[in-house]
């Protein structure tokens, strides 16, 4: 009964390819995130939907764009990948994202090596 | 702009030693400050919060209190045990905001 579970877990490809990276939330959350973590653990919001609509996109390059097909999921898909997309990317989501201590659910993470 | 400092890891202790790390931030308003925690190969688990000055977050041994007059965030724990050994993040978020603003992480390894 994984709350929030991402597919896959580990990816490698060459750089100039498309890929997608797809999350689930079984917690009947009606707000999705990704956050890109780089290779110092740096960790930082690149989207966030709610109810199915963009409500933050963090100077994202166009290369990466969302996809909410229903609340429960928010997929990533990723344009001619280049070198520096390589990191873990984690999705999250939480119930209430106005709510002053709003928790952000994680799911592990798929790392994405681009070679 | 909302940005949150931590102290550059790792930290190394001893098991059963006492644990700080800092954390500062930077940000418009009066928000909540968390501690989310990485396990290795996991994804974060929220550790503790609070949502106002002078409240106190804890869970499973870890304490942090939110001091408006030194905007800082510390995380302390009592007497740390191997199983305590992963990345530790310290994270915002301001009231009308939907984004968790991370600081840098720092990873604590405990040692037998």
């Known amino acids: 009964d994984t709350a929030v579970s991402q597919t896959p877990k580990y990816l490698v490809t060459q750089m100039g390819n498309d890929k997608s990276i797809k999350c689930e939330q079984n917690?009947?959350?009606?707000?999705m995130y990704w956050y890109k973590q780089d290779s110092k653990k740096f960790l930082k919001i690149m989207f966030s939907?709610?109810?199915?609509?963009?409500?933050i996109n963090e100077t994202v390059p166009n290369r990466f764009s969302p996809k909410s097909p229903d609340k429960a999921h928010l997929n990533l898909h990723i344009n001619s990948l280049e070198l520096g997309d390589s990191a873990v990317y984690f999705c999250?989501?939480?119930?209430?994202?106005?709510?002053?201590?709003?928790?952000?659910?994680f799911g592990p993470g798929t790392r994405l090596t681009v070679t | 702009g909302n940005s949150v400092t931590q102290m550059e890891g790792p930290v190394t202790l001893s098991e059963e030693a006492f644990l700080t790390i800092n954390c500062t931030y930077t940000?418009?308003?009066?928000?909540?400050l968390f501690w989310y925690v990485q396990y290795p190969g996991e994804g974060l688990q929220l550790l503790l919060k609070?949502?106002?000055?002078?409240d106190k977050g804890s869970n499973k041994g870890f304490e942090a209190t939110y001091r408006k007059e030194t905007t800082s965030f510390h995380l302390e724990k009592g007497s740390v045990q191997v199983s305590d050994s992963a990345v530790y993040f310290c994270?915002?978020?301001?009231?009308?905001?939907?984004?968790?603003?991370f600081g840098t992480g720092t990873r604590l390894l405990v040692s037998p």
């Open positions: 999250a989501s939480s119930p209430d994202p106005l709510a002053p201590a709003g928790e952000q659910y």
């Open positions: 917690l009947g959350h009606d707000t």
């Open positions: 939907y709610n109810n199915k609509e963009l409500i």
């Open positions: 940000a418009t308003g009066y928000p909540s």
């Open positions: 609070a949502t106002k000055a002078d």
């Open positions: 994270a915002l978020m301001n009231t009308g905001f939907q984004k968790l603003v």
